[in-house]
């Protein structure tokens, strides 16, 4: 359990680094591209502190937590139809 709190706690302290960053170097770009930065840096963070589903979308507003469950299942029904084909394609080859 302290390992968790020790990843949660270092994982809080990269977040507000990027956000004093922000702060300091305001870029003049539209909102949507700061917002579509900010969520990029989020899901390199996220694969680094290997954070949960729950997590992620605990710090997403609840929409953009929708849109990240729905790329997710696609890309699982896509991982799963790729794999599907090539078992498919496997025994065909085997028949002959």
Same mark, same amino acid.
């Given at each position: 359990?302290?390992? $968790?709190? %020790?990843?949660?706690r270092?994982?809080? *302290?990269?977040?507000?680094?990027? %956000? +004093?960053?922000?702060?300091?170097? @305001?870029? @003049? $770009?539209?909102?949507?591209?700061?917002? !579509? +930065?900010?969520? !990029?840096?989020?899901?390199?963070l /996220?694969? /680094? =502190? $290997?954070? !949960?589903?729950? %997590?992620? &979308?605990a710090?997403? @507003?609840?929409? %953009?937590? &929708?849109? =990240?469950? /729905?790329? &997710?299942?696609? *890309?699982?029904?896509?991982?799963? /139809? +790729?794999?599907?084909? +090539?078992?498919?394609? !496997?025994?065909?080859?085997?028949?002959?």
């Open positions: 359990m302290a390992a $968790n709190t %020790d990843a949660f270092r994982f809080q *302290e990269e977040l507000a680094a990027l %956000d +004093r960053a922000a702060q300091q170097h @305001p870029a @003049p $770009n539209s909102q949507e591209a700061e917002m !579509s +930065r900010a969520k !990029s840096e989020f899901l390199l /996220r694969k /680094r =502190y $290997n954070l !949960s589903v729950a %997590d992620v &979308i710090f997403f @507003p609840q929409e %953009d937590g &929708i849109e =990240y469950l /729905r790329q &997710i299942i696609a *890309e699982s029904e896509h991982g799963a /139809r +790729r794999a599907g084909k +090539r078992q498919a394609a !496997s025994k065909t080859k085997t028949k002959t």
